[in-house]
């Protein structure tokens, strides 16, 4: 989709449909070996089993909303420890700066999903149909029997994937193998089916019709990352100062580019790169694959197009050789996204093996934030959030932490401090809190605590911060 | 040829005529999908209005062919929810009231049932936290005008407090003295009943009252530890619902105080009865 002449002076275009030849190189199978691990990450990613006892889940990745559990191999995330969702997404944020400026739109032309899986329908498209001149031929043709077959085969194809892409989705949401039974016994929940639907039918239409139109028109990353980019950052160019004038070879003012248009036609956005970088460019390098291939063949030196910087342009035009892109990509700012992103990363792996199994959180009740007792003693209610993440229940033992004059109560257990809490759960227990009306708690404003919780069979302990309303205002 | 390719195509892209230091603004067509999207939409727009309330009048708004509303989906919800924990609400009511707390199950049920009884009945004048207020009595603390226990407050919510629509509602009346002592002597009743109560200012101990005696002795009792089966407030805790200051105290001597609460048991379903004294009692000061 280049900005063509608006001969007709109409205020809406039809899409100019794309035909990208086969094309192979370095790019190209690199761009294979990542649809192959991408790919295989999200179909098989559901079915890798991980055992973490009887009475949880056996499912290696499995965001289980029902009882709000996010389980990821060892790992187990309840939704208080949303942070480390919070972290991930920093260094996602993070991460995207630091390859946009020095790799530009890689994430476009590599790993994204549109990407990935447009390229897989081109792939379904070429086999069934052939490669560009073919698919034109019978883009154009008319509706044959032959025409109607092949596209219908086409079309099954990208039916079978794009549901094989729906379903899957739903199995990181619960048992896989429970749920591939239910679904084919139609026993499913109808919101199942409806997410399959609506992902195949996603799938099949931004794969199949939309595809460039998806990147053009509908995404913000190439907005976003277009106001990331710098004059040192890595994209996509072609190296017009040795290309132009392009033309015939065996003319000597003509320079390298034979002007064959090998680097038009592979490219699934349908743009011309030597054009200059444009919004529609996802570098996906499949043009410099092209154009090294022909390079090779005419016994030129490979890289007309290439992975260039704004500034190799001035550099490269006065003469000097080209410069490496490892200088381009390891600098400052690079450096400085790398080394806090590893920092993040860091910290949460950190905090991910500091975590206890038990865990507590305290909230005074503030309505009212004292109460006085009929021998004048000063009372405050809490509500303490008991979770016990083992796989067994466990006796928590409830103390304060430099508060001995204190009197805790929990209620409904008498002179009981400790309470039994269910293996895998949260448990609500409300406890009283009792100092004597002529003791500087009671007669004070605030007075900081904590609340310590032990389980005496694993040793594990917790505590949480609270505070003491007395009556001074 | 290399001519034709020097040309830049964008030079050959009609603009919108606006520039803005130099920099133009192309005139680029929106794709036809982009159109047929939009058209989409307002076709939803359409059929959304059609089919859900949408359109208001004077009275109400129109109702849409599917009939959707608010209020229809909770008294659908209501109903189910009732149907879902009938057999709880059945166990509730025929439990008898003492067993009622050592079945840990229910009691959960009836704490859940039971605060949203309250937050809709009760926190009007005991608080939405149950605290009180000034004549309203907090349901946290130990001291119960009426008794603590789950029966005495089951029955205090049945029956309400000197509700004259109910002939089992708890009635006494604290008389008013203005009218049979004079002002000095309620300024000492005033202060010998202050001095009494565990205040922290409390002073030394008046000595035996003569007025105390003859005047209060009777509902208060003799120590002035009070008397729950008349509703007679214990005047020696530290808990003074109408204020503990000699001007308070005063007025409560002189003119009596006469707190009123309905009976719930003309209003409410046994099974939130139930749920809401079990609430109550649950609260921190349940005997």
Redesign the interface.
Known sequence: MTLKPNPINSLYIAQEPVFPKRVDGSFRRLKWVVMIITLTIYYLGPWIPWDRGPKLPDQAILVDLVHRRFYFFWIEIWPHEFYFVAGLLIMAGLGLFLFTSALGRVWCGYACPQTVWTDLFILVERWVEGDRNARLRLFHAKWTLKKWRLRLIKWMIWIVISIGTGGAWVFYFMDASDLMRDLWAFNANPVMYGSISFLALTTFVFGGFMREQICIYMCPWPRIQAAMMDVETLTVAYRSWRGEPRGKKRLSEHGDCIDCKACVNVCPMGIDIREGQQLECITCALCIDACDDVMAKIGRDRGLIDYLALVDETYERSGRPPVAASRHILRLRTSLYGVLWSLIGIGMVYALFIRSDIDVTVRPVRNPSFIVQSDGTIRNIYEARLRNKAGEDRLFHLSIGGGEDFELKLEALGSDVAVKVPADSTYLQRFYLSVPRDHPAAKGSLTPLKLWVNDVFSGSRASSKTIFNGVKK | ??EK??K???A???TTGHRWDGIEE??????????WTFYATIFWGLVYVVAYPAVPFKESSSKGFLGWSTRANLAKELKHQTKKYAHLDQILITTDLGKLLND?EL?QYALARGSSVFISHCSQCH???A?GAFGYP?L????WLWGGSIENIAYTINHGIRNTTDPDSQISEMPAFDQTLKHDEIVTLAQYVISLA???NAGEKTPENELFLENCSGCHSENATGDETLGAP?LT???WLYGSDIVSVKKTISSGRYGVMPAWGQRLSPADLRSVSVYVH?L?GGE
């Open positions: 040829m290399s390719s020097e830049t195509p964008v050959e892209v009609e192309l005139n680029t067509p929106l794709p036809r999908w982009w159109l840990r009691v608080g939405a936290g605290g907090n946290l603390d130990d001291d565990k205040l922290e214990d805790d530290a808990i649950g921190g």
